[in-house]
C-alpha cells in the first residue's frame, strides 16, 4: 500500500540554524511533491511544489530537493526564526489528488 | 492571492443532528473542491472531490449518505455531516485548485477549517 513518512514527529533547533526535515514515500510515483505549512487549528499553507524532473527548489530561506530513486524529499528552513514554528507537511501528488503525510512539528528557540 | 473561506470555524452540537459545513473560493472560481478530514497529530485525509454541476467523487471508505456533497456553484461547496455521532468528531478542511495558477492542476488553496464536536 502507498505509504508517506515524514522523518519524525518534532524538531527543536535553536534560532538561526539550519532545519532539515524528511518526507519518504513508497508505492508511489508522483508527478509533483508539495510542501505545506500549518499552524494550530489553521488550514495547511502551499509553501513549494518540485516536479519530478526537477532536483532543487529555493524560496527565500526554504530550499526543497527531490529524488525520485531514493523516494525522497528534503525540505530545508535555513537562519530560522521563532515565526517558522508549525508543523510542515508533503504532500504526493499525481493528476489533482494530494496524498498528506502527517507532518514534523518544528519549534525554533530564541 | 487566492483565497478560500470556510464556515463555521467551530461547531459543537447533540449527537443525532445533522450540521452544514460551507466552503467558498473568494477570489476565483473553483470547478473542483477537495473536502479532507483531519483527525489530532494525523494527516489529512482526502474525503471526496467535489464537482461543479455533477456528482462528488468519494474516497474508498467513505459513506456517500453520511457525508453530503453538494457543489451548486463556482464558488461554494457544502458538506453535511448527517445524523452526526460522537466518532464523527473532527477537524474538517475543505481545499480549492486555482487553475490560474503557475501550476495546471496545483497547488490547492486550504481553508481554515471546522472543528467538529459531537456531543
Known amino acids: 500500500s502507498q505509504k508517506i513518512e515524514q522523518n519524525s514527529e518534532a524538531l527543536n533547533i535553536q534560532e538561526g540554524k539550519t532545519a532539515t526535515l524528511t518526507c519518504n514515500y513508497t508505492n508511489y510515483s508522483p508527478a509533483y511533491l508539495q510542501w505545506y505549512r500549518q499552524d494550530p487549528g489553521r488550514g495547511p499553507v502551499f509553501l513549494l511544489l518540485?516536479?519530478?524532473?526537477?532536483k532543487e527548489k529555493r524560496k527565500e530561506r526554504l530550499k526543497v530537493t527531490f529524488d525520485t530513486t531514493l523516494k525522497q524529499s528534503l525540505f530545508h528552513i535555513t537562519a530560522s526564526q521563532p515565526a517558522d514554528s508549525a508543523t510542515y507537511l508533503c504532500?504526493?501528488?499525481?493528476?489533482?489528488?494530494?496524498?498528506f503525510g502527517a507532518g514534523t512539528t518544528v519549534t525554533v528557540r530564541a | 492571492g487566492a483565497v478560500v473561506s470556510q464556515h463555521p470555524s467551530w461547531v459543537i452540537c447533540k449527537s443525532g443532528t445533522s450540521v452544514k459545513i460551507e466552503c467558498r473560493s473568494l477570489d476565483f472560481q473553483a470547478t473542483t473542491m477537495f473536502w479532507y478530514r483531519q483527525f489530532p497529530k494525523q494527516s489529512l485525509m482526502l474525503m471526496a472531490t467535489?464537482?461543479?454541476?455533477?456528482?462528488?467523487?468519494?474516497e474508498q471508505g467513505v459513506e456517500k449518505d453520511k457525508f453530503l456533497i453538494n457543489h451548486a456553484s463556482l464558488t461554494l461547496s457544502t458538506l453535511t455531516v448527517t445524523s452526526a455521532h460522537p466518532e464523527d468528531s473532527s477537524f474538517y478542511i475543505c481545499?480549492?485548485?486555482?487553475?490560474?495558477?503557475?501550476?495546471?492542476?496545483?497547488?490547492?488553496?486550504f481553508g481554515d477549517g471546522t472543528r467538529l464536536s459531537i456531543l
Open positions: 518540485i516536479r519530478e524532473n526537477e
Open positions: 481545499s480549492a485548485r486555482d487553475p490560474g495558477t503557475e501550476y495546471s492542476n496545483q497547488p490547492q488553496h
Open positions: 504532500a504526493l501528488a499525481n493528476d489533482y489528488k494530494l496524498s
Open positions: 467535489s464537482n461543479e454541476g455533477s456528482k462528488a467523487t468519494y
